[in-house]
Nanobody, 126 residues
Framework: QVQVVESGGGLAQAGGSLRLSCVAS????????MVWFRQAPGNEREFVAH?????????YAHSVKGRFTISRDNAAENTVHLQMTSLKPEDTALYYC??????????????????WGQGTQVTVSS
């Protein structure tokens, strides 16, 4: 069983920045692809960003590309970060981190992921 814990959410003004972190409790963390999804009230959970196990490949939703950056630290902290800049009110959502031990190519689909965190709330005011 892999436990995933997100942190770093909060309130920001439009145009501001926040940095989310996700820690996964697994010795195999460095072999897992990691992803961020988000879910706003009344909406389905949607893909935000993905990073391969090595960190050599990243992918982003069109809505956040150029504003958000996903990164990981395999060596010391078993942590994935999501740096969010130029925030917009439409970025307001509960942000979830998930782990994929298999490196699936279907990384934008929620069904790919078995291990999820509880989420961290991001609220962007206009």
């Amino acid at each position: 069983q892999v436990q995933v814990v997100e942190s770093g959410g909060g309130l920001a003004q439009a145009g501001g920045s926040l940095r989310l972190s996700c820690v996964a409790s697994s010795r195999q963390f460095s072999r897992y692809a990691m992803v961020w999804f988000r879910q706003a009230p009344g909406n389905e959970r949607e893909f935000v960003a993905h990073i391969s196990w090595s960190g050599g490949s990243t992918n982003y939703a069109h809505s956040v590309k150029g504003r958000f950056t996903i990164s990981r630290d395999n060596a010391a902290e078993n942590t994935v970060h999501l740096q969010m800049t130029s925030l917009k009110p439409e970025d307001t959502a509960l942000y979830y981190c998930a782990a994929d031990p298999w490196g699936s190519s279907r990384y934008t689909e929620t069904s790919t992921y078995e291990y999820w965190g509880q989420g961290t709330q991001v609220t962007v005011s206009s």
